[in-house]
């Protein structure tokens, strides 16, 4: 049982900045493929950014260059740096863990997930 509590989001202007948080039980950043994902309302959740273990980060295109996903194996948290912010981006983001993972950026593939961190964005 892995478990995952987000951080950081919150309310700022368009062209801002957030730092996301996720501390993970145990040692389940370094063992784990971890992943942020978000859902606005009335929408799908979607894969924003994910990692395997050993691996580097990839990223959904609407985010490549303003987001960096990083991890802290020592501290056993998982961020994820979101820059130059749109309205679009507005959404409840959650990250979520899996020991075995196929498809990086499907929710359908994650067992373990956060409580979800809110961030609005606003012109």
């Known amino acids: 049982q892995v478990q995952l509590v987000e951080s950081g989001g919150g309310s700022v202007q368009a062209g801002g900045s957030l730092r996301l948080a996720c501390a993970a039980s145990g040692n389940s950043v370094l063992t784990n493929t971890m992943a942020w994902f978000r859902q606005a309302p009335g929408k799908e959740r979607e894969g924003v950014a994910g990692?395997?273990?050993?691996?580097?980060?990839f990223y959904v295109d609407s985010v490549k260059g303003r987001f960096t996903l990083s991890k802290d194996n020592a501290k056993n948290t998982l961020y994820l740096q979101m820059n130059d912010l749109k309205e679009e981006d507005t959404a409840t983001y959650y990250c979520?863990?899996?020991?075995?993972?196929?498809?990086?950026?499907?929710?359908?593939?994650?067992?373990?997930w956060g409580q979800g961190t809110q961030v609005t964005v606003s012109s």
């Open positions: 979520a863990a899996d020991s075995s993972v196929s498809r990086l950026l499907s929710p359908n593939e994650y067992r373990f």
């Open positions: 990692i395997r273990p050993g691996g580097g980060p």
